[in-house]
Nanobody, 121 residues
Framework: VQLQASGGGLVQAGGSLRLSCAAS????????TGWFRQAPGKEREFVAS????????YYADSVKGRFTISRDNAKNTVYLQMNSLKPEDTAVYYC???????????????WGQGTLVTVSS
């Protein structure tokens, strides 16, 4: 699976962005997907995941209630809607895919290249 993330940019605190991750190469509906992020000087961390069918979603506590992950298997795309953004959300955001996904990076076999989100105060 090849993954291409897009939608990052500069936004003021309190604003919104929607990230997209387009998949190609294999049957997208066979894979769960997730979003991770890496802030400057920090390790990459889990943000959200969604199962193959889109029926189950999971979120890091830091984004719960503000971010929403969704997917459109017909378009081979997963989305991350980010609302009420905070400066601490500034990071490079990565999408990833795997057969059985969850909170841990080792559960993902395929990674996109990342898209930068910068939230100004």
């Amino acid at each position: 699976v090849q993954l291409q993330a897009s939608g990052g940019g500069l936004v003021q605190a309190g604003g919104s962005l929607r990230l997209s991750c387009a998949a190609s190469g294999r049957t997208f509906s066979n894979y769960g997907t997730g979003w991770f992020r890496q802030a400057p000087g920090k390790e990459r961390e889990f943000v959200a995941s969604i199962m193959r069918s889109g029926g189950s979603t999971y979120y890091a506590d830091s984004v719960k209630g503000r971010f929403t992950i969704s997917r459109d298997n017909a378009k081979n795309t997963v989305y991350l809607q980010m609302n009420s953004l905070k400066p601490e959300d500034t990071a490079v955001y990565y999408c990833a895919a795997g057969r059985v996904v969850g909170l841990y990076q080792v559960q993902y076999d395929y990674w996109g290249q990342g898209t930068l989100v910068t939230v100004s105060s």
